[in-house]
């Protein structure tokens, strides 16, 4: 996966997985405050109409995009380790936040989702394509969290 932003998509009969990395100049704490408050995420991800729910082991989060804003995403929290992984997810695929501490207070954020199953060869042309979207993601999560400056680990 490279750290330059740019999204790349791996396809198979029975599966797509998403990808997209970015090294952000703020403390994993910082970018985890943003991955983990929902009320907040219209206000800095410009892919993201609404999100309701908390953002917490077993919480269950209900998510609109702008991939297809007629269409409302029950997804279940699955993991939750502080200011290094987040994975939520419904029974299709899951998408997972990966932080990882770097030298100088920088944090590689890196994203996958990956969707599939035995019946995707029959509904993966309807799902339109991830990588515009990731790469918007990982910029804005990069600019709210650069903008919120550095702090504490």
Not at 3 to 13: E, P, Y
Not at 71 to 94: C, I, T
């Amino acid at each position: 996966m490279s750290q330059n932003c740019i999204a790349t998509t791996v396809k198979t009969t029975f599966s797509r997985a998403t990808s997209v990395s970015i090294s952000i100049n703020a403390s994993p704490g910082t970018v985890w405050s943003l991955l983990t408050t929902a009320e907040n995420y219209p206000g800095w991800n410009s892919t993201v109409i609404s999100i309701r729910g908390k953002i917490e082991l077993g919480g269950t989060i209900t998510l609109v995009s702008t991939l297809d804003s007629a269409r409302e995403f029950k997804l279940k929290v699955k993991e939750v380790e502080p200011n290094q992984k987040l994975v939520w997810g419904d029974r299709q695929g899951s998408r997972v936040y990966t932080l990882e501490e770097k030298a100088h207070g920088e944090t590689l954020f890196s994203m996958v989702e990956k969707i599939g199953g035995i019946l995707f060869p029959l509904y993966g042309k309807y799902i339109p394509p991830f990588n515009e979207a990731f790469e918007r993601f990982a910029m804005d999560l990069k600019a709210e969290a650069e903008a919120r400056g550095q702090d504490q680990p």
